[in-house]
Structure formats: C-alpha cells, structure tokens
C-alpha cells in the first residue's frame, strides 16, 4: 500500500518534470499537448497518410507566420464543432508554435 503511494507520487513529479521542461510553464505543456493529441492529431494523420506532425513541417505548409498560425487552429478549432475555451485555443498555439513553427512573436 506505502509502495503504491510512493510510486505513483513518483510518477506525478515524472509527468511535471516532463511539463517543466518540455515548455517552462507546467500548465500550458501537458493540458495542450493532450488537447492536441486528442482533438486533432487523427485528421493530420490521415491526410499526411501516416505521420500526423508531419503536416506542420512540410515543405509547402500553409503557415508563414504567428498570426498565420493562430487563424489556422482557430479554423481547424471551429471546423470540428469543438468547444475550446479561447484560453485553450491559444495553449495549443503556443505548443505547435514551441514544438513545430518556432516563430518569433
Ligand atoms: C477533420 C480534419 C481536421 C481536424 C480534426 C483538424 N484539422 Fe488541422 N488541418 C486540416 C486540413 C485539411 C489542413 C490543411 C489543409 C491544406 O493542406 O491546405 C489542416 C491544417 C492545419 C494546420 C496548418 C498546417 C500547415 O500547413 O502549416 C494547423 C496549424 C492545424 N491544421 C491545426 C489544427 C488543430 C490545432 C486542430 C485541432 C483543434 C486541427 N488542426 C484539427 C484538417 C483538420
């Protein structure tokens, strides 16, 4: 029973840790890459016929720009009749924009 405690608050600090360092901030990592991951990665992948990032980094891709990038996901957001909070849109902007586009603001 002490073992399990000990294990999964092992656990947790692992998945913060992980949080911290993938974005500096706890909150906006974990929640928009899950957000992500859940809500649109399955669409990509089937146009990218297999690898679902591959469409934020290749080599004709549509968005140029920060603000290229925030009208994107509001429109792919609002495509798919979701119901993201403005607050969530804009985490999972700044994670594709850490993970893939790396634009200056
Ligand atoms: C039902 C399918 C579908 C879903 C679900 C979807 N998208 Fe898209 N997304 C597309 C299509 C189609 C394109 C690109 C169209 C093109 O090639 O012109 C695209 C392109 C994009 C791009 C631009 C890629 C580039 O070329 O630079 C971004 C960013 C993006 N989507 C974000 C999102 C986000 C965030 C979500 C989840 C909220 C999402 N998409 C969900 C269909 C989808």
Redesign the pocket.
């Known amino acids: 029973m002490r073992d399990n405690k000990i294990r999964s608050f092992f656990f947790l600090t692992v998945l913060m840790l992980n949080g911290l360092s993938a974005t500096g901030s706890i909150a906006a990592s974990g929640s928009a890459q899950t ?2 991951n859940t ?2 990665r ?3 992948k089937s ?1 990218m016929s297999g690898d679902p990032d591959a ?2 980094v ?1 080599e ?5 720009s920060y603000a ?2 925030q009208n ?2 509001n ?3 609002a ?2 009749g ?1 119901d ?1 909070s403005q607050k969530q ?1 804009n985490e ?2 700044e994670y ?1 924009n850490q993970q893939f ?1 790396k634009f200056k603001k």
């Open positions: 957000l992500h809500n649109c399955s669409c990509h146009i469409i934020y290749r004709n891709r549509r968005v140029n290229g990038l994107q996901v429109r792919c957001e495509n798919i979701i993201w849109i999972v902007i594709l586009y």
